[in-house]
């Protein structure tokens, strides 16, 4: 089943390679022609994302890729500077937080947008506490000023590691 799911998702890509290309914010530091998109099968039969598990299989047993990475978009309740609010936010794994230049560690990157906002651009906001759905939580760093989200009109506020929060 796994291995059909990948062959479906593959051949999915020739087919929404133009709507993804259209809806990627900017020109990110990878060539889109060469970024697939691999769904697992859902309890309805859809498509659904693969699970971390899932994820850690085909790394270990199918060749043909540079590199795999997920990432998970999400809505998150947050306190940060003595605020709270629902933000969004993306939970990555490590690949693709190098691709992007975001430096998590084990914190959270701020967008530009929240930093400048939040923080007022504080040069030394790592290390600042913030709490994401009742998690505390350390800030490791700001995204790249360009890096508004991986979608046109969907920007990105928070970017974290994906673990049990993806």
Known sequence: ALVITIAVGVGSNAVVHGFIRGLITRDLPVNTDRVYSLFGRGADGGAAPLSLEDLAWLERHVTG???LGAVRELQANVELADREDVLSAAAVTAPV??????????????SHAVWQDAFQGKV????E???IDGRDMRVSGVA????EGLFLGRDVDLWMPLDDHG
């Open 65 to 67: 890729f540079a590199w």
């Open 144 to 147: 790249p000023e360009w890096l």
């Open 129 to 131: 506490r913030i709490r």
């Open 97 to 110: 937080a190098s691709l992007l230049g975001l430096p998590l560690g084990n914190g959270v990157v701020l």
């Open 124 to 127: 030394a906001v790592r290390g």
